[in-house]
């Protein structure tokens, strides 16, 4: 999958004028009145993201790929952008859990918030398959960018390690879970006393296992 990048206000101008007749560099600038260095730049940014490509007969003349295209018609930024963890994605982005190749679980996370969730519930099995295949790595970073690094770096560590396949549900869900805003995980995590000051919810105890990974996973953290 490539990388997903911003796209700017201008790159939006530029596909607009492809859509509109294909185009050279100075075409471009008549057409969108943007600075020539700056259309050189995006111009290069864009054949990058598979936006734009060239035409075999004539390299000097751009016109749009069937994905630019679409990004030019819909202005959909999110088809090469990356999302925040709060926004509802795409349905051709979501992530389909399943048991093995092709064995499909019929659960479809369209948010970060619902993928959490459904790694609290899904077959242990899917979890291990996943996993271990790097999917979950590969999907985190390629739909959430920057944003997701951290947590991929994070995957690439509980990979190496060998736990029964509950505590390798709790170690997920306590992976994801932390990357919900601050805010989701105060709502989340304290209960409103009814003199209106805030109580910390009573959770269970650890296990010595969960213990033991805890401090193993701040360990690592805390590596540069």
């Known amino acids: 999958m490539a ?19 294909e185009g050279t560099i100075r075409s471009l600038v008549s057409s969108t009145s ?3 260095e ?3 730049k995006r111009v290069m940014a864009l054949r990058r993201l598979g936006l734009i490509s060239t035409k075999s007969e004539a390299t000097r003349t751009y016109i749009l790929t069937p994905l630019g295209r679409r ?35 019929g659960d479809v996370a369209l948010s970060y918030r619902e993928f959490t969730e459904l790694i609290g519930k899904v077959d242990a099995r899917s979890l291990a398959f ?6 979950f790595e590969t999907w985190i970073v390629h739909v959430y960018g920057n944003g997701g690094k951290r947590i991929a770096s994070r995957l690439r560590r509980l ?17 994801f879970s932390e990357e ?17 000051t805030l109580e910390p919810k009573n959770e269970a105890p650890l296990s010595n ?16």
């Open 38 to 40: 700056l259309i050189k």
């Open 180 to 196: 919900l805003s601050e805010e989701q995980q105060d709502e989340e995590g304290r209960l409103e006393s009814k003199d209106g």
């Open 34 to 36: 943007l600075d020539k």
């Open 71 to 105: 990004l030019a018609e819909t202005r959909d930024v999110h088809l090469v952008e990356p999302y925040s963890f709060d926004e509802k994605i795409s349905p051709e982005l979501g992530f389909k859990f399943a048991v093995g190749d092709g064995l499909y679980t």
């Open 3 to 21: 990388e997903r990048k911003q796209i700017l206000v201008e790159d939006l101008s530029l596909l607009g004028a492809l859509l509109e007749k």
């Open 159 to 175: 990979v190496a390690r060998t736990m029964p396949p509950d505590h390798l549900r709790s170690r997920l869900v306590r992976i």
């Open 209 to 224: 296992y969960e213990i033991q990974e805890s401090a193993q996973d701040e360990e690592l953290d805390g590596e540069p």
């Open 130 to 135: 996943h996993l271990y295949r790097g999917d």
